[in-house]
């Protein structure tokens, strides 16, 4: 069974950066499409970015231009590299395997001045 541990989140002003990490433990992440989701307060979860296991990648049209979701096979890891943060993309961010979602404990992203 994959455990996804995601890191990397904080409070950062707008107009930042923060880039979020997903470590796979239990299985190779590379023969999975992935995703990351978020959800904010008040709000449904929502699919952020994909990635498939060649490396083509997807992204909601708010974010597009602005992050970035990489994958690192060798490190079982994929990443979410955010910029020009807004206060909207203040939510929870959870990585999950594409085609069969599962939520972990997330990680806090909090855009604020």
């Known amino acids: 069974q994959v455990q996804l541990v995601e890191s990397g989140g904080g409070l950062v002003q707008p107009g930042g950066s923060l880039r979020l990490s997903c470590t796979a433990s239990g299985s190779m992440l590379s023969i999975y499409s992935m995703a990351w989701y978020r959800q904010a307060p008040g709000k449904q979860r929502e699919l952020v970015a994909t990635i498939s296991r060649g490396g083509s990648t997807n992204y909601r049209d708010s974010v597009k231009g602005r992050f970035t979701m990489s994958r690192e096979n060798a490190k079982n890891t994929v990443y979410l590299q955010m910029n020009n943060l807004k206060p909207e993309d203040t939510a929870v961010y959870y990585c999950?395997?594409?085609?069969?979602?599962?939520w972990g404990e997330g990680t806090q992203v909090t855009v604020s001045s």
């Open positions: 999950t395997i594409l085609e069969t979602p599962s």
